[in-house]
């Protein structure tokens, strides 16, 4: 029968996670990035080898990559969160959807806010046009001045209508994320007006997300140089760059676009109150 084991209670668990993921790293850079950490929040569903595996956090965030799931595993998983309240479930389509699945044949419950996302992979360099522009690999010291453009896209681009932003937790994880990932900002007249930052670094991709420009400065090229220059950047170190869009914005997906990206496959985020 198989098990759901977390991860931490054996350091070899983290190889074997690291060793099941590799083959399908591409759309699962984060659960990669968790297993290469060691994170006390990645899960595995064991039998005599790996089934999948799945990272869960405190707040109910959930994503996985479980390949072939069986009748006792998914048994396993409804009986893991039975009494856990799920916030967000997020990942490639088909992955989200199985989990989806699960949750409502477990709660009868769907999710209150799906958004429907493409992944985009960058395959080529072309010119931008965006020139002369102050491009800042930010610090911990640029907090104050990003904190303003993590917040505004936190509204606009991740929360759902009606969660309400905790200014206190958004500080932290903008804090986290400038010393664990990378965040390039454009500087105009010294202050922060777009941005663009690694999510997850795993072996051999990253994750670009957290794109996000003052409204007054889009359609000026700055996401596309953005993340472009993530792209490039990381491609020095044999890395390879994915990033997911909002099917409805248009806007993002000719800028990424432009900056060589094309559409791969499908992502998706379900919200749930």
């Not at 006390?40 to 080898?49: D, G, Q, S």
């Not at 990272?55 to 595993?73: A, H, M, N, R, V």
């Not at 209150?112 to 996302?117: A, G, K, T, Y």
């Given at each position: ?48 080898e790996i089934l999948g595996v799945f990272y869960f956090s405190e707040g109910g965030i959930l994503t996985s990559f479980i390949p072939k799931p069986t009748k006792e595993s998914e048994k396993e998983l409804c009986n893991f969160f039975y009494e856990k ?189």
């Amino acid at each position: 029968m198989p098990k759901i084991i977390q991860a931490a209670e054996n350091e070899e668990f983290f190889v074997k996670a690291e060793n099941f993921l590799l083959p399908h790293e591409k759309i699962c850079s984060q659960l990669m990035q968790m297993a290469m950490q060691k994170s006390k929040e990645l899960y595995i569903i064991f039998e005599t080898e790996i089934l999948g595996v799945f990272y869960f956090s405190e707040g109910g965030i959930l994503t996985s990559f479980i390949p072939k799931p069986t009748k006792e595993s998914e048994k396993e998983l409804c009986n893991f969160f039975y009494e856990k309240k799920i916030s967000c479930i997020m990942g490639e389509k088909n992955e989200a959807e199985k989990i989806r699945k699960l949750i409502f044949k477990l709660k009868k419950i769907q999710p209150d806010d799906i958004r429907e996302m493409l992944f985009m992979e960058y395959t080529q360099s072309k010119n931008i046009s965006a020139k002369n522009l102050e491009i800042t690999k930010c610090s911990l010291q640029d907090a104050d001045k990003l904190f303003p453009l993590h917040i505004s896209y936190t509204q606009e681009e991740v929360l759902p209508e009606w969660k309400k932003i905790n200014l206190a937790l958004e500080r932290l994880k903008l804090e986290k994320i400038l010393r664990t990932q990378k965040v390039l900002a454009v500087k105009k007249e010294n202050l922060f007006c777009a941005k663009a930052q690694t999510n997850a670094i795993s072996k051999n991709f990253i994750q670009i997300g957290g794109v996000f420009t003052q409204k007054e400065f889009r359609s000026k090229g700055f996401a596309s140089t953005l993340v472009k220059k993530l792209a490039e950047e990381f491609q020095k170190e044999n890395k390879k760059s994915v990033l997911f869009v909002n099917k409805k914005n248009k806007p993002a997906i000719c800028a990424y676009k432009k900056a060589g990206f094309i559409s791969f496959a499908k992502y998706e985020m379900l919200y749930y109150k």
